[in-house]
């Protein structure tokens, strides 16, 4: 989990919404502000949607108004993810959160990919969206996830591609954001950014 404490996720133009109009998600830790999920909420702010890191939703997640988006971080409890979906009602889930760091999720390709094939890809059958594991844009995260992609062919159920980017000025991140989409052309969801200095925006 990156270490400042609110990132506001902002889903790349090539991906559908989730709700009517917004596009846009809050990313909430146990470190954000609660005054946070209002701002997002409010005028300009118009997200419809949260996310936690975690598989189930935290007590002032739940009454918050935001749809929450569960995320399997890590090993644990995957065996469970299908009925902790179930019942949420889920129509998103996001998968392992930046595997290829030994202080993230640290899951080797081979077995994320099993995951996605035996827990996962069946959740399609209930109408779940899947997203891949979202890696760092560091050069070890890009080639995870190009490894991770490559070894799962169609099996894996992926419909959409989250990414992190953790840089200095906004051309760079647009310019990444492009070449992501490029790797694979499937719909990107920003779940992670952090544009440093803010005078570059």
Known sequence: MPSF???ISLLAAVAPALATNAKRG???SDKTPLDDIA????????????????????DQIKNSGLEFVPMQHDRTGVADLASNLAGLGAKVVLGFN???RADQS???????????KD??????????RIGAP?????PEGQQWIKDFMDQCGDACGVDFVPLHWYGDGAQYFLDYVTEFHGWFSLPIWVTGAHLRPVSNL
């Open 5 to 7: 404490p609110t990132i």
């Open 26 to 28: 809050l990313a909430y």
């Open 39 to 58: 701002v997002a909420k409010g005028d300009g702010g118009a997200a419809s949607w949260v996310y936690t890191w975690q598989t189930l939703p935290a």
């Open 98 to 100: 930046e595997p290829e």
């Open 106 to 116: 640290n899951i080797p390709v081979a077995e994320a990919v099993q995951f996605y």
């Open 119 to 128: 827990t996962f890809a069946p959740l399609k059958d209930s109408g779940i």
């Open 134 to 138: 979202a890696v760092s844009a560091a």
